[in-house]
């Protein structure tokens, strides 16, 4: 009798990086144009969140989407911040 050993492997269903950049219509080519530096700050760890992390596939879920969060969160800064004329 042969036994088959079925290789665990993970699917990534979360989009890339550069696929939400460009529905955001966001060109990280463009982000010396923004003022203040606050905002673009903002702009820029929303890029790299999206387009540096890169977690390991066997992490916990709250890790894969990380970079997701934080991106989401520097978004809603640069929102409250725009609401509020802080930038």
């Known amino acids: 009798m042969v036994k088959l050993q079925e290789k665990s492997q993970?699917?990534?269903i979360l989009p890339l990086g550069e696929e939400i950049l460009q529905k955001l219509s966001l060109d990280p080519t463009q982000l010396r144009l923004i003022n203040p530096p606050q905002k673009r700050s903002h702009y820029r760890a929303v890029i790299n969140?999206?387009?540096k992390y890169h977690p390991d596939p066997d992490v916990t879920n709250l890790e894969k989407i990380k970079?997701?969060?934080?991106?989401?969160?520097?978004?809603v800064k640069l929102r409250i911040?725009?609401?509020?004329?802080l930038f």
């Open 81 to 85: 911040g725009m609401l509020l004329n």
């Open 10 to 12: 993970s699917v990534n």
């Open 49 to 51: 969140w999206l387009t």
């Open 67 to 75: 970079g997701l969060l934080e991106s989401f969160s520097h978004s």
